[in-house]
């Protein structure tokens, strides 16, 4: 990781987080309820959604103070979707980032509940943002309702589960990635160009970077599953080759899904190579998503 | 019912329900995803939310289209509570209106995900409505996210959920119900008034009138549990008293639940007749609610 992006994460990371904890403890909520939401807000993570909002109004020298509430929103998001995938009938994980899971803490009937409540919130933080315009609002909330829901991360775990029971092809494992990781991280990034007021030209490049930098995220969690350690992972790794899950090594090789993700980072980095910027921190964050060893 | 409402319902739910089910239709979704989601929301329910908005939008006098819409929206979010309740972890129910529970048919992994989808869906919904003002959507939206969340529904369902250990006081009682129902009954009623442009004084006459009708409809569904047959009420008969589980009746006796229906009936009638209408829906739906047999 570069100094530069070493920064930038040190100086925004809290800035989110503390947003992001603060939206929380200020609702009128049965406190277990806020408990096990907090948990599992509080349980760490790369903070990757985030990350890429806040970097995309940098790259567009753009100041948003609702940035951070916005990335506070698509974190909701990701964190609810992690508590119902970890849940017996889903994956049955007992550990996420080293904790215990939401249910192993609080049992599964709360921890279905604090996911669904960390689905709901996120869009009354949206609506009810400072200095962003109604349409603006409506159009991130038209797009979280669209990539977080049926149509894209719910619909791509959907897949995913179906396609556990036989090999996928290329194309399907793609439909798959691209729905249920691709669909948030394509929020994420719309969304920083949304609060920016980007050019329609700059919009359709950063969706086209999305794309890109969403597929070889998963890529290279892939690898990381089958070349990390579970201690540097902070969760199992071998884990998808234990159970036969179609992935991209297993349906390219390893050394075919490390080009397929310098494809796909190179690409990304073209993109954004067409939105002239003092600052570096979407570069260096794709560098770090391509080379990141957790 | 009376033949007013009767005529009403005949009219206004199906074309409610045709709303409902095109927009699920609609998306470009998993068709096994769509197919749970579906099955849920095609089970049948008095639909006395989506009535509520389209009685208010009657009593003001008002045609909105998008009442329809509106409507179906918290039909889904009432549909989405009902498939996470019925899950093992939570009530664990076979049945639901007759019919296998969604994770019956589909299984538990696809039940969380149908029911994860009707949460976030909706937030789209309000947000691409036609001929509604950004103000007013947002408003709806904000709304939606407090009515349905941690703030209302889902922190309604985690008081009901703790109190099943012990006994409740009647104020504590108030407080579940005041979320796990009266939230989104509240959101229908003045969903129905910010679509039909209310002033603030009917606007609060009606927040009054959903207090009250919330309260009676949930003391009635404690009477129905005592008095109404496992047939008619198409769910388990005398559930609650079987689980020891803090009702109206238990805490009031019997007459004393009939006697607090009938005031917050009385009380709920008394608002609307601050507000003149021809038309007499939203009183017919009250008596309804107060006098059903299911």
Redesign the interface.
């Known amino acids: 990781m570069t100094d530069n992006l070493q920064q930038f994460m040190a100086t925004e990371i809290p800035l989110m987080e503390n947003t992001m904890y603060d939206l929380v403890e200020s609702?009128?909520?049965?406190e277990?309820?806020?408990e096990a939401?907090l948990y599992s807000l509080k349980a760490g993570g790369k903070r990757v959604r985030p990350l890429f909002v806040l970097a995309v109004l940098e790259h567009l020298q753009v100041e948003a103070k609702a940035g951070y509430a916005v990335g506070a929103a698509v974190e909701m998001i990701h964190t609810?979707s992690l508590i119902?995938d970890d849940?017996?009938?889903?994956d049955n994980d007992d550990f996420r980032r080293g904790k215990p899971t939401n249910?192993k803490m609080f049992?599964?009937?709360?921890a279905?509940?604090a996911?669904?409540?960390l689905?709901?919130?996120?869009?009354?933080?949206?609506?009810?943002l400072d200095h962003v315009s109604?349409?603006v609002?409506?159009a991130l909330?038209?797009l979280?309702?669209?990539t977080?829901?049926?149509?894209g991360m719910?619909?791509g775990?959907?897949?995913d589960?179906?396609g556990e029971q036989r090999q996928l092809t290329l194309e399907e494992l793609i439909r798959v990635h691209e729905n249920k990781t691709g669909a948030i991280i394509r929020f994420s990034i719309e969304a920083g160009a949304l609060l920016a007021g980007a050019t329609e030209q700059q919009r359709q490049l950063l969706v086209e970077y999305a794309y890109h930098i969403g597929l070889a995220f998963q890529i290279k969690d892939d690898i990381l599953d089958i070349e990390g350690t579970t201690e540097e992972l902070g969760k199992t790794a071998g884990k998808d080759e234990a159970s036969d899950k179609s992935t991209y090594p297993s349906l390219l090789t390893l050394a075919g899904a490390k080009e397929k993700l310098a494809q796909h980072a190179s690409k990304a980095l073209h993109c954004l190579a067409q939105i002239p910027s003092d600052k570096k921190y979407l570069e260096d964050l794709t560098d770090y998503i391509v080379n990141r060893n957790k």
Chains 1, 2 share one sequence.
């Open positions: 609702i009128a909520a049965p277990s309820l806020k939401m609810y119902h849940l017996p009938s889903m249910h049992g599964e009937a709360h279905t509940l996911g669904d409540a689905n709901t919130l996120p869009f009354g933080i949206i609506a009810r109604a349409e609002k409506l909330i038209n979280l309702s669209e977080a829901g049926a149509e719910v619909g775990q959907v897949l589960i179906e």
